[in-house]
């Protein structure tokens, strides 16, 4: 299944989540790898858009907000390196709006 071209990537979810530093399930460091930082949170919204977000979704789970979709792929950054990456998106049943949930290292590639 392919999700819509006009799925929602909010902007804080890339600059408040994956590309702040944390302690605890940091994200940032291993998206630093590929060139993203803060500065440069539209390349990653564009990377997503252009080099994931066109591949097949598989449906994972159904909760009472929607249902759940991952997508697995190659995310290559502003400086040239690839990411192997799962992505979290998710169909909210009541507005049947798509959005971005979250990224993390693909252990299994």
Known sequence: MKLPADTIIASAKLTDYLLKFKRQDDKSLFLAQA??????WQQLEQNLR????????????????????????TLIGPNGTSLQVVTIWM???QSEQ????????????
């Open 35 to 40: 060139g993203y930082t803060p500065d440069n």
């Open 50 to 73: 252009e080099q994931i977000l066109p591949l097949d979704a598989i449906k994972f789970d159904q909760t009472r907000y929607g249902d759940k979709y991952e997508i697995r792929g």
């Open 91 to 93: 169909i909210e049943s």
């Open 98 to 109: 798509t959005k971005f949930i979250t990224l993390f290292p693909d252990k299994e590639a």
